[in-house]
């Protein structure tokens, strides 16, 4: 049998699919007589990118029946304002997730307010107490960090198997690589994590049945990187020489050997926003369907 190659991993289609299988389920509760799940966005500052995400947030809850509640605050905010407001919501029984958009202004220690979150309600997965659980074996975190757990349900829902494959993640930031090399670990994928002072960096790469990255480089990875057959997820977000949307993967090179490959933009951003609103759907389910 000849294998067929650059086989696209449709974020979109797979998002909606999630998406509408939440709705569903809170179509059902709310028919039950139970309130909507609830997820509170907080955002410090005025940067346009932080805006247009919450904006896209606050839609998809919407569109989903999920209540959500923005919290807007000022750039001059300082550290402690900010934790007695995190602190209000974790302290409400109403609120199923709470989430601080990232990055906060400098001034602001990110590490301390991400750890105020009550874990019970840390919907992003980036609380330390959710993390440490992500790394242990025979322990389940309360919830997954939103893209790595978006490209495991990209690979689930296109039938590719995880287990007892060979997978590198290019990239080590707490956000993606380190917890999705975490989440392929738990379904026994040999895994393999690189970085900018990896030696050989292209030929760990081309050992890969299945290559996540996520390093943050326009185009990195070249046709030469992949081995023959592997899939690739593209969790990069760039813009190229033409000011147009990439990733971190030169796709129009690498489909010819990849068996599976997500696009950028369509792929893996989809998936993150879908996952957020999946892990305050099983908060509530936690509270309300005890």
Known sequence: MLQEFGKIIDGKEISTQVKQSIKDEIDSMKAKGLRAPCLVVILVGDRKDSHTYVRNKKKTASDLGINSIDVLLPEQTTQQELIDVVKSYSNKDDVDGILVQLPLPSHINEEIILTQIDESKDVDGFHPVNIGKLAMRGRKADFEPCTPKGC??????????????????????????????????SRDATVTICHSKTPNLKEKCREADILVVAIGKTKLVKKDWVKEGAVVIDVGMNTDENGKLCGDVDFDQVKEVASYITPVPGGVGPMTIAMLMKNTLESAKKKLLK
């Open 152 to 185: 495991i349900e990209m690979l689930d829902r296109s039938g590719i198997e995880i287990s007892g494959k060979k997978a590198v993640v290019l990239g080590r930031s707490n956000i993606v690589g380190l917890p999705v090399s975490m989440l392929l670990l």
